[in-house]
């Protein structure tokens, strides 16, 4: 199901609206930005404590969902979840002493226990209550969790329109405006199809991809009966995928780029790659988010592109191949996992005419975000606008390639390495 932006998701109250955008801003917030690990903690956890308040998740379990940990795994000889845990508790502390001194309602992780607790800040803290944002899709609760801090940003337009642009940190930017009404305000509908999380784990198991058919046709549980010899695995990777799981990263870029339609007054839809049709995305206005691998739809439009996908298990390869390298160019750009990441940005017209599609895919979830970073900041809008020699007026069709140098499982910063004219 798609929610359009700025229309407000079915919550059933308003205390669990509070708890869901209390979770999305910590996890925006600057010292959360700088760990990915504790991003998707504080996201398994809050998901979890959200659904199943009385049944918390063991030790094990989130070694597997969360960090990628073996069926079976001695948690007494592999202390990871136990120090991770540890370290998003001083990040929470931190929020709540910095950037969140002034929340009213606050959220914290015991100690000795996986389960996050609210509280008002004045009274003392109580269990959270379960959160079901829609009757008929209970499984989308966390993912649905971001797009509420999405709508009810856009909401805020209405007398805050400057205001919130510059809380955003978007601030007067002409040129990306240009660009994205350039893009979008062509009277067709705009769907943003976020990664699918539960793909990775999946892929993972299975050692080999899934193809945009299989992906189609949603056998996943077939084809995991098939290829997963290990019961105990299996099952495990089949739950998570059903969750309809998605990452902070992913909501953050939801939250900049639905703030960013709706001050340009276009239409959006925020929804899973999983919900996505092939109709929606070769026919309408569409944003990919994510790689190949976490966003099978990006194979829809890899044959008009330049730089190419690049994906190989075991072992783990990912580069994107440049099929006409320039003067100066490399042949192909691989990823150093957690120093050197790539993303690759293209404007391209729809695969059916009318439309347009916007690909914003990296080689990992925070090269993807520096790409909405790029393309939705006045100076880099600028840079490319001038590299493609349309100082003004419409801009081409365009295709880019971004390097990011990667510290601490986020970005440090990204640079401009090749710009096409399609």
Partial sequence: MALGL?????VTGPDEARKLALLAR?????????????RELLEY???????????PPREQEIGIAVFGRPAGYDTSQDTLVRVQASHLRKKIDQYFE?????????????????????YEWHDEPVAAAPVRLLERRPRLGWFLAALLLVACLAL?????????RLQAGLGPHPTVDSLWRQMFANGHQTHLLLSDLGLLPLQDALQHHISLE?????????????????????????????????????????RRLGLLFALNGLPLDVLSARDANMNMVSSSNVVLLGSRRGNPWVGVYEAQLNFQTVFTEPPRRASFRNTSPLPGEQPEY????????????????????????LLISGTDVNSSDAGVEFITT?????????RLGAPSGVMPYFEVLLKTYLARSSVSRYELVSVRKK
């Fill in 378 to 386: 006045e100076s880099w809008v600028r840079q490319l606008r001038s």
């Fill in 6 to 10: 700025p229309i407000q998701p079915r």
């Fill in 156 to 164: 805020l337009l209405v007398n805050r329109r400057l205001d919130s």
């Fill in 334 to 357: 691989p990823v150093e996992w957690s120093r050197i990441g790539y993303c690759r940005v293209a404007y391209l017209p729809s695969l059916k005419g009318g439309g347009t599609a």
């Fill in 214 to 254: 299989q992906y189609q046709n949603r056998g996943f549980g077939a084809l995991a009966e098939k290829e997963i010899a290990d019961p105990v695995l299996r099952s495990s990777v089949i739950s998570f995928f059903n969750r309809y799981p998605t990452t902070v990263a992913d909501a953050s870029a939801a």
């Fill in 26 to 38: 910590i996890a925006a917030s600057a010292s959360f930005q700088k760990s990915q690990r504790a």
């Fill in 45 to 55: 956890l809050g998901r979890r404590s959200i659904e199943s308040p009385d049944h």
């Fill in 98 to 118: 910095e950037e969140g001194r002034e929340e009213s309602l606050r959220v914290r992780l015991p100690k000795g226990s996986y389960s996050l607790q609210f």
